[in-house]
C-alpha cells in the first residue's frame, strides 16, 4: 500500500479502473475481418478482451505473421520440438478523423512437441498457435492502452 502513496501524486489511474482508458474501449474498436485461423483466434482475443464492437470509434487493421522453426532434434535426426513465431504489425486509426490513434509491433512465441502420435502433434501445433495468438493480443491491448493513458494525461 505505501508503493502505491506516491503515484497518487503524479496523476496515476489504473488503465482498467472504473474510469480507465480501458474502460472507453469496451466494444469500440472494430477489427479488420479475420481470413484464416489464427486472424479468428486474434479477433477473439480481443474481443474477449475489449468486447464485440457494438459503438465503434476506432478501426484496428493489422498484418499477421506466423513462422516456425526446428529447435529439438532425436538421434534419428527427426525434429521433436518446434517454437512458433509471430509477429503482429497494427495499426489503430480514428474512425471520425482516419487519424492514426497507435501504432506498432508486436512479436512473441510458443512451442509445441512433436514426440506424441499425429493426432496429439497436430493437436499440439494448433494449440501452440492459438496461445501465441493471445500473446500477440495482450501485448497489442497493452501497448494502446500505454499510448491512450499517456495521450490523457
Known sequence: MLGLMPLAGCGFQPAYGTDGVA?????????????????FDL????????????????????????????LGISAQQEITRFNVLGYLDFVLRDRRTGLIVAQGSTSNFT?????????TTVTAQR?????????????TITRILAVLAADAS
Not at 482475443?45 to 526446428?70: K, Q
Open 43 to 70: 479477433v477473439a482475443r480481443f474481443e474477449e478482451r475489449l468486447g464485440r464492437p457494438n459503438a465503434p470509434i476506432y478501426d484496428l487493421s493489422y498484418s499477421l505473421r506466423t513462422d516456425e522453426e526446428g
Open 23 to 39: 474502460a472507453d474501449l469496451q466494444g469500440r474498436v472494430a477489427l479488420q475481418d479475420p481470413t484464416e485461423r489464427d486472424e
Open 111 to 119: 512451442g509445441y512437441s512433436t514426440t506424441g502420435n499425429t493426432i
Open 127 to 139: 494449440d501452440a498457435y492459438a496461445r501465441l495468438m493471445v500473446l500477440l493480443a495482450d501485448q
